[in-house]
């Protein structure tokens, strides 16, 4: 999911962490009323009168279209989002018609019965074909698909253009050429980072991580098993664990910085460099940095190549429960259809996940070329387990970061026991 953040993450940001472990229920059967009130849950923005807006517009079209029927939506708080779910899976009376969650939260989701399989929704919708199928994988548990893709979620690399033009650099094409890069500009201008980013910030290390050729975990039959300890993984979370060092982004101040407050840091005027999403840059744009950055996409090992990035983002997925399945869907298509993804990326710079619009928006904003880059040159994703939400919830990733970049632990330590922790959470 996007780290706003999504969530990445939100996206994403943020891609947001994915929610505390759901409770399993018996998945209700609903209905197909054709009146009454759809019931939509919509995550809360910080500023969220441009989304409010665009979704009310979604609305008003709906109601003229469908003669007795009513639209209510209630706007979830992010934080508390775990609970608000968790009641629903549990007392489906409770439960949404319509409702928006993170991409990462899908298999524990889909886990509970709760929500409905859109597999054969998705393919007779008349834009289905146009979603982009990388993305529409990540709406995937056990082969049946429960969310429309709404938007995406895909990290670069912010940089300073000033400060780059000042001090005579390049923007790096390698990520041994970012991390040179960030020493250095810590080492000329000691009062700002050399790259803000941070130890509770999964989704920006994951590209290091994929990088170097390693994996989060790998599939064996219906059992995962992590592979965070093997040497090409171990090589890319320890990269990043250095760029939490005194001599780029220190550990006192960086170690416990999440993807919301990194990338608040670039847009405050302190980093000469930072990783954040496509739905970071109305913020980037609100802050001390306006018209003094630019982006790329993360660089790989060798010159010319693109890391991959996490591909997080929102969907919006309909609950067994309701009495209104055909509406539900119907609102659901509506809402992320492309009239109204153009509208939500106008609005809060949401990344479309149909391609025709995602083309649109590139060729009218050059700003979204370096998120397209990446979201094409292939993306990856976390392990598509319903055990991800506790792992994630767990902070055991970040865990070992902190303590490779404080030394509280060696890498080959510190990956060890988040192999161990994942392998438990994995059973």
């Not at 009376?93 to 993170?102: K, L, T, Y």
């Not at 146009?130 to 938007?151: C, H, N, Q, R």
């Not at 093997?230 to 990269?239: F, Y």
């Not at 496509?278 to 003094?292: I, L, S, Y």
Request: charged residues 20%.
């Amino acid at each position: 999911m996007r780290t706003r953040v999504l969530i990445a993450g939100l996206a994403a940001l943020g891609l947001v962490s994915a929610c505390a472990p759901a409770q399993n229920a018996p998945a209700a059967s609903g209905g197909d009323e054709k009146t009454g009130t759809v019931r939509v849950w919509l995550f809360d923005e910080a500023n969220r009168a441009p989304k409010e807006a665009a979704v009310k517009e979604a609305i008003a079209e709906f109601k003229a279209a469908h003669s007795g029927v009513e639209v209510d939506v209630q706007w979830v708080p992010v934080e508390g989002r775990a609970d608000k779910f968790s009641g629903a899976f549990n007392d489906p009376a409770s439960a949404p018609d319509v409702a928006e969650f993170g991409n990462t939260d899908v298999s524990s989701y889909a886990a509970t019965g709760a929500l409905a399989d859109l597999t054969g929704d998705l393919s007779s919708w008349k834009e289905g074909s146009d979603i982009l199928p990388a993305v529409l994988e990540t709406a995937k548990s056990g082969g049946k698909t429960y969310g429309l893709p709404w938007f995406t979620g895909i990290r670069a690399l912010y940089y300073r253009t000033d400060i780059f033009t000042e001090l005579g650099l390049k923007p790096p094409a390698t990520l041994a050429e970012l991390t040179e890069t960030a020493r250095t500009i810590r080492a000329k201008k000691p009062e700002l980072y050399g790259i803000s980013v941070g130890g509770k910030y999964t989704y920006a290390m994951l590209p290091f991580l994929w990088a170097h050729g390693g994996e989060i975990a790998k599939q064996e039959g219906d059992k995962w098993k992590s592979t965070v300890d093997a040497d090409q993984a171990k090589a890319g979370v320890t990269t990043y664990a250095n760029l939490l060092k005194a001599d780029i982004c220190p550990p006192e101040q960086c170690a416990n910085l999440t993807g919301t407050q990194s990338i608040t840091a670039f847009a405050g005027g302190k980093a000469g460099m930072s990783i954040g999403g496509d739905f970071n840059r109305k913020a980037v744009e609100a802050g001390q940095v306006k018209g003094k950055y630019a982006i790329l996409p993360i660089p790989g090992i060798e010159a010319g190549k693109i890391a991959p990035a996490f591909a997080g983002g929102n969907l919006l997925g309909v609950f067994n429960a309701t009495k209104r399945k055909s509406l539900a869907v119907e609102f659901a298509e509506l809402l992320g259809g492309a009239k109204y993804q153009e509208k939500m990326y106008t609005a809060m710079g949401n990344l479309p996940t149909l391609g025709s619009v995602q083309k649109k928006v590139a060729e009218s904003d050059p700003s979204v070329k370096p998120f397209v880059d990446t979201l094409t040159a292939g993306t990856k994703f976390v392990p598509a387990t319903a055990a991800w939400s506790k792992i994630d919830a767990q902070n055991v990733l970040p865990t070992a970061i902190q303590q490779i970049a404080t030394g509280g632990k060696d890498p080959a330590a510190a990956l060890a026991t988040a192999a161990a922790e994942m392998n438990k959470a994995f059973g």
